[in-house]
Nanobody, 123 residues
């Protein structure tokens, strides 16, 4: 069983930056593809970014491409999401996901999920 704990959310003005972290425990981190999804109030969960076990394959949603960067440190069992040029429409709860299948994460799914961290972008 893999446990995922996100951190780094908060309130930021439009144009600002935040870095989210997700620490994994209870499994072999380097065996999993990792990803970030977000869910705004009243909206469906939305895929944001995904990274394969080695970091050699990365995918982004069109809405965040060029502004967000996903990365991972297998030695620290951690995946990151650097978010720059934030917009009010980025406001959501951001969840970290882990899956054996990269395609599952790219599709917005996961075998394991974190509880999420709130990101609020003010205009």
């Amino acid at each position: 069983q893999v446990q995922l704990v996100e951190s780094g959310g908060g309130l930021v003005q439009a144009g600002g930056s935040l870095r989210l972290s997700c620490v994994a425990s209870g499994g072999t981190f380097s065996s999993y593809a990792m990803g970030w999804c977000r869910q705004a109030p009243g909206k469906e969960r939305e895929f944001v970014a995904a990274i394969n076990w080695s970091g050699g394959r990365i995918y982004y949603a069109d809405s965040v491409k060029g502004r967000f960067t996903i990365s991972r440190d297998n030695a620290k069992n951690t995946v990151y999401l650097q978010m720059n040029s934030l917009k009010p429409e980025d406001t959501a709860v951001y969840h970290c996901a882990a899956a054996v299948s990269l395609s599952m994460v790219v599709g917005g799914g996961g075998d394991y999920w974190g509880q999420g961290t709130q990101v609020t972008v003010s205009s």
